[in-house]
């Protein structure tokens, strides 16, 4: 069974930092690796995704303050999030598509809270 395990978020205040992460096993092989977050009553919108190779994509409201990194090695990918703003403030969903039997499918994690509050 596929899991993609998450950890890092967390309460922070305006201006501050955090670094989400996830992992799926290292058997496994994994292609295009992202991040999506939902705020409630919000749908959940794409907030950065990067390849195999590194290229990175990042919704308009993150560029330049959240930025998106990989270890092909672990299958990691990891979200630095720095001037996080209250805005911010969602659940943050990792997604992966994986390649099992030469079927290629869409997994999300668990999913973690980051609250940006005063």
């Known amino acids: 069974q596929v899991q993609l395990v998450e950890s890092g978020g967390g309460l922070v205040q305006p201006g501050g930092s955090l670094r989400l992460s996830c992992s799926a096993s290292?058997?496994?092989?994994?292609?295009?690796m992202g991040w999506y977050r939902q705020a409630p009553g919000n749908p959940r919108e794409r907030v950065a995704v990067?390849?195999?190779?590194?290229?990175?994509n990042y919704a308009d409201s993150v560029k330049g303050r959240f930025t998106i990194s990989r270890d092909n090695a672990t299958n990691t990918v990891y979200l630095q999030m720095n001037s996080l703003k209250s805005e911010d403030t969602a659940v943050y969903y990792c997604?992966?598509?994986?390649?099992?039997?030469?079927?290629?499918?869409?997994?999300w994690g668990q999913g973690t809270q980051v609250t940006v509050s005063s």
């Open positions: 997604n992966a598509l994986i390649t099992i039997l030469s079927m290629t499918r869409n997994y």
């Open positions: 990067i390849t195999t190779g590194g290229t990175p």
């Open positions: 290292d058997s496994l092989s994994v292609s295009r």
